[in-house]
């Protein structure tokens, strides 16, 4: 299994991030697919989730600013983020819903006050 976000980067607050994670080695349609991100000494938590119908949920700490997506054709999952707020700086990663697989490789997102 290999999951590689991507997408991250230094923005200020108020602006906006797609985050894009390819996933290989998995059935990925078949997989509910969620993000999470852990943030500087703390551990990580979950942020999105979108199941193999589309349904989709939040962290109310992103709420009504995040919205997930995902296409099966690409086997990818995408977080766009608004209204980006310093609180949100820390390391995405996408994985299955209750962390099913091995953890890949994170985009750093950072957001300046």
Same mark, same amino acid.
């Given at each position: 299994?290999?999951?590689?976000?991507?997408?991250?980067?230094?923005?200020?607050?108020?602006?906006?991030?797609?985050?894009?994670?390819?996933?290989?080695?998995?059935?990925?349609?078949?997989?509910?697919?969620?993000? &999470?991100? #852990?943030?500087?000494?703390?551990?990580? /938590?979950?942020? !999105?989730?979108?199941?193999?119908? =589309?349904?989709?949920?939040?962290?109310?700490?992103?709420?009504?600013?995040?919205?997930?997506?995902?296409?099966?054709?690409?086997?990818?999952? &995408?977080? #766009?983020?608004?209204?980006?707020?310093? /609180?949100?700086? !820390?390391?995405?990663?996408?994985? =299955?819903?209750?962390?099913?697989?091995?953890?890949?490789?994170?985009?750093?997102?950072?957001?300046?006050?």
């Amino acid at each position: 299994v290999q999951l590689q976000a991507s997408g991250g980067g230094l923005v200020q607050a108020g602006g906006s991030l797609r985050l894009s994670c390819v996933a290989s080695g998995i059935f990925f349609s078949l997989n509910d697919l969620a993000w &999470y991100r #852990q943030a500087p000494g703390k551990q990580r /938590e979950w942020v !999105a989730s979108v199941t193999i119908t =589309g349904h989709t949920d939040y962290a109310d700490s992103v709420k009504d600013r995040a919205t997930v997506s995902r296409d099966n054709a690409k086997n990818t999952i &995408y977080l #766009q983020m608004n209204n980006l707020k310093p /609180e949100d700086t !820390a390391v995405y990663y996408c994985n =299955g819903i209750y962390e099913k697989f091995s953890w890949g490789q994170g985009t750093q997102v950072t957001v300046s006050s």
